[in-house]
């Protein structure tokens, strides 16, 4: 007997149900479909992974199920390596077309799409990867890039539709196991909620009425928690696409009155696949310094230090606040980000990739392409980029002047007054009786003096960039990697 003939929806990072080009392709077609989601052992076990991500994952789908549920059609999970499940699928049926989006990811994920691709051309499917918010697969260099950008945000949005689902019975070998069911049920209230329904949400209170303190309180780490979009989740995993935010900000009556804090967020939808563009372009930002130059600087690795780091006992408030932060959300303005990869490659002197997969954990709205090049930038490791080596009391007492975000965190501080809660280790043994809070007990003396370290790293990275091997990479980066001046951005 004929296997039946369908195509195959392939969900990655875009679980979404509207301005969704597979699912609209799938639609046109004349075929019946099925929608897929693949929890992949092999990368669920990657480094860059955390249960957080897979929780997000897991009840966004749970949402989009929700809304396909009237058409009779639902997203089927499955837990196996990609090649098993499209295996198992072809045994039952006839795939004509697998339609998805490209997936800017890793280079681990990278080999699973082309090892997939292979065997489509094997198999005789044919598999029609849509290009994912403006990000262009084989580019050699950045020039008309900006142009091209522009064109995809302002191409019509995708209106989905969807026929009710004909029955394809499907059984599946391989169901999520019990175990990671457990972990995936139960999500943080802490957390952003997942599901599209959610990402407009916040985008709509962002535009009516939080963003208009958006360029005021970006830095703020306390405040940037209300007035920024706070979508960066919803985009990382495809609840809302860039061009849907794009164009319900650019459009929205409100962007007169609040001009300024809309045109930089707009700007920052651009930088955030202009990272992306640059990681689809050299994915080895995960595991080497993008300027070659750099792996010749040697960071001695002390594993003390990036302990400290990882929990929260640095001995800086703010960078523990932050890190706590992080643990507890999962979300963090983008300056005190900056500052916690600053303060581990420059105040520690450790090497950057001492910190990354900790980070990736950490972050709801891990993005591989905004992640590693954000990383290195911030590193110092790209050649090209200004080398920011932050002070985390300066930052603390222009940001959290009253240390509300750091009491917030560090509870252990509250009793510390403002004029010490940037320096407690400044108090005075009488003064540590006073409030009840002991360095060295109830919270750690610095691990360094920001000084001295901050010079160490200021003289040995701004040294290394007279290097012939970090000049030659870095004519090789502008190439690749930047825009001609008169390219760049024009939101006005």
């Given at each position: 007997m004929a296997r039946k003939e369908i195509n195959i929806v392939?969900?990655?990072?875009?679980?979404?149900?509207?301005?969704?080009?597979?699912?609209?392709?799938?639609?046109?077609?004349?075929?019946?479909?099925?929608?897929?989601?693949?929890?992949?052992?092999?990368v669920i076990a990657y480094p860059d992974t955390s249960n957080r991500h897979l929780q997000f994952q897991y009840h966004s789908?749970?949402?989009?199920?929700?809304?396909?549920?009237?058409?009779?059609?639902?997203?089927?999970?499955?837990?196996?390596?990609a090649l098993a499940v499209f295996s198992h699928i072809l045994q039952q049926y006839k795939i004509s077309h697998i339609f998805s989006y490209q997936e800017s990811g890793t280079a681990f994920t990278f080999e699973r799409d082309k090892a997939v691709g292979q065997y489509c051309k094997g198999n005789g499917i044919t598999w029609k990867q849509c290009q994912r918010d403006g990000i262009v697969r084989g580019l050699k260099n950045r020039q008309g890039w900006d142009q091209q950008w522009y064109a995809t945000m302002e191409a019509p949005i995708v209106v989905n539709k969807y026929s009710p689902g004909q029955p394809l019975p499907m059984p599946n070998p391989f169901p999520l196991p019990k175990?990671?069911?457990?972990?995936?049920?139960?999500?943080?209230k802490k957390f952003q909620p997942p599901g599209e329904d959610n990402a407009l949400s916040y985008l709509e209170s962002f535009v009516r009425e939080r963003g208009k303190n958006y360029s005021r309180h970006i830095s703020k780490p306390l405040e940037s928690r209300t007035s920024c979009g706070r979508i960066s989740p919803y985009i990382s995993w495809g609840n809302i696409s860039v061009k849907q935010a794009y164009q319900l900000v650019r459009a929205h009556s409100k962007i007169v009155a609040y001009k300024k804090p809309f045109h930089d967020f707009l700007t920052r939808l651009k930088w955030h696949c202009h990272f992306i563009q640059k990681f689809e372009m050299e994915c080895s930002y995960e595991y080497q310094c993008i300027n070659a130059g750099y792996e010749l600087l040697q960071h001695p690795v002390n594993e003390a230090f990036i302990r400290a780091w990882k929990t929260a006992q640095t001995g800086f408030p703010l960078i523990d606040a932050c890190m706590k932060c992080l643990q507890e959300t999962g979300w963090l303005n983008f300056r005190m980000r900056a500052m916690l990869v600053s303060f581990l490659c420059h105040h520690l002197n450790q090497d950057w990739r001492t910190g990354t997969y900790h980070l990736a954990n950490l972050f709801l709205d891990y993005e591989p392409g905004i992640h590693y090049p954000q990383f290195q930038m911030q590193a110092g490791t790209t050649g090209?980029?200004?080398?920011?080596?932050?002070?985390?009391v300066k930052q603390s007492k222009e940001h959290d002047p009253d240390g509300l975000f750091i009491k917030k965190w560090l509870p252990q501080l509250e009793p510390v007054p403002a004029s010490f809660i940037h320096e407690p280790h400044k108090m005075t043994l009488i003064e540590q009786q006073m409030f009840h809070v002991y360095i060295g007990k109830d919270y750690p003396a610095p691990l360094v003096d920001i000084t001295t370290s901050a010079r160490v790293a200021r003289t040995g990275i701004w040294g290394h960039r007279n290097n012939e091997l970090v000049k030659e990479e870095n004519r090789r980066i502008l190439f690749t990697h930047t825009r001609r001046k008169d390219e760049k951005e024009n939101l006005s």
């Open positions: 392939w969900l990655k990072r875009d679980i979404r149900s509207q301005d969704h080009q597979p699912l609209q392709l799938a639609e046109q077609s004349s075929l019946p479909y099925l929608i897929i989601y693949i929890f992949e052992p092999s789908l749970l949402k989009l199920n929700q809304k396909l549920q009237p058409f009779h059609r639902s997203v089927l999970l499955f837990y196996a390596e175990d990671l069911l457990d972990q995936l049920y139960h999500y943080p090209i980029n200004t080398i920011r080596i932050y002070n985390p």
